[in-house]
């Protein structure tokens, strides 16, 4: 194996760039690197002026997604060696606006998820005296898989609806409604099927898959969409013959 | 909120989807290939008619024919306007796609019900 591989990184500059170029940086090649410590490594040693988003390096926080070789990736998970003898292309995630260099604009999908009202809602709250909400593991287990998500947004890089649709609300933000609809302490569902259930907010996905596959955390936001059109069609059939029933 | 129609469109498509992708390869297999090819030997044309002539196969051909054409309606839907990016006329799109799917159910509706 080599001991260096290029990096083709994109760059832009908001004052100066009118649009994206790419810039090659030769960085040591290392088998215990992720591609993350290759961009790390460019930032100390080669140009501090490279931009891009990283915390935990472990999986965990959900902010170094980028594209990797034209595939949405969380940049502290994937081996550098993956990509050898390279050159690999790192670009920001696809579909976002670019703020500077490898550094996406989230506001959009800050705000998805905002309307999807991701927090527990309750018709009325119980008095504290009374105790908390208690939930049985099945319970828990009920709405898990859903909860695992940790934003990195690869689902929506990876969706070719999302690139289409600006109004689409998207794989992860679907996934996180689905969380709370099925938390046995949540009574919100009617609300969120109310966003959900115009044509732009899940009726635009067409079961691509690509937001499953390309999940770090198998969180299967695809399974969650067809989840809600299931519960969407039923609600539908009640209105239908049940109209009084039936908010 | 009786409503936007999309889900019983959706639930059309499923169903169509799943009536084609069981029974389709069943149906050419035996009538397309088997039967044409000497593979097995088919039915007599009196047998045939007297199964086809029979209210429940009627009623399973409905579907037969009909469910999947919504399948195709929904997906065609779809598929032009991603491939185009409509942003208008979505509306045309969708009245044609199912407007066609109507038409066909319309056919084989008259058509299985005077079949003598
Ligand atoms: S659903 Fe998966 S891919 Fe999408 S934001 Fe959450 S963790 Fe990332
Ligand atoms: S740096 Fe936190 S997920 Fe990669």
């Known amino acids: 194996m080599a001991d260096t591989i290029t990096l083709d990184v994109a760059r832009y500059g908001p004052e100066t760039d009118s649009e994206p170029s790419f810039q090659s940086y030769e960085v040591p090649c290392r088998e215990d690197w992720v591609v993350l410590d290759a961009l790390n490594y460019v930032k100390d040693q080669l140009d501090g002026s490279l931009t891009y988003r990283w915390s935990c390096r472990m999986g965990v926080c959900g902010s170094c997604g980028m594209m990797v070789d ?4 969380l940049t502290c998970a994937v081996p550098l060696s993956d990509y050898a003898p390279g ?3 790192i670009e920001p995630l696809q579909f976002f606006p670019v703020v500077r260099d490898l550094v996406v604009d989230i506001n959009d999908f800050l705000e998805k998820l905002r309307k999807v009202q991701p927090w527990i809602v309750r018709d009325e709250e119980k008095p504290i005296a009374e105790g908390e909400y208690r939930q049985t593991p099945a319970q828990l287990e009920a709405y898990k898989q859903f909860s695992m998500c940790i934003n990195c947004m690869l689902c929506y ?14 794989p ?5 409604a689905q969380r709370y609809n099925l938390d ?3 009574q919100g569902a009617a609300q969120r099927m109310e966003t959900l259930d115009e044509h732009d907010g899940m009726w635009g996905c067409t079961f691509v898959g690509e937001c499953t596959k390309v999940c770090p955390k198998n969180v299967d936001p695809a399974g969650a969409i067809q989840l809600y059109k299931v519960a969407s069609a039923t609600n539908w059939f009640k209105s239908m013959l049940l109209p009084w029933g039936s908010k | 909120m009786a409503r936007n129609p999309t889900p019983l469109m959706w639930t059309l498509f499923g ?4 009536l084609s992708a069981l029974l389709f390869p069943i149906h050419i297999f035996l009538l397309g290939l088997a039967f044409p090819l000497g593979w097995l030997e088919g039915p007599s044309y009196e047998s ?7 209210p429940i196969t009627r009623l399973y051909l409905f579907a037969f024919i009909s469910l999947p054409l919504f399948h195709w309606a929904h997906r065609f839907r779809y598929t032009i306007n991603d491939l185009f990016q409509l942003k208008q006329g979505t509306g045309i799109v969708a009245g044609i796609c199912y407007g066609a799917a ?5 056919t084989a509706a008259y058509t299985l019900w005077t079949l003598s």
């Open chain 1, 70 to 73: 034209g595939q949405p990736k």
């Open chain 1, 87 to 89: 050159p690999v292309r």
């Open chain 1, 157 to 170: 890089a990876a969706c070719p609806v999302v690139g289409l649709e600006e109004e689409f609300t998207g």
């Open chain 1, 172 to 176: 992860a933000a679907i996934a996180l």
């Open chain 1, 184 to 186: 046995s302490r949540d």
């Open chain 2, 15 to 18: 169903a169509g989807g799943m």
């Open chain 2, 48 to 54: 045939l008619h007297a199964l086809v002539t029979h």
């Open chain 2, 102 to 106: 109507l038409v066909g159910t319309f």
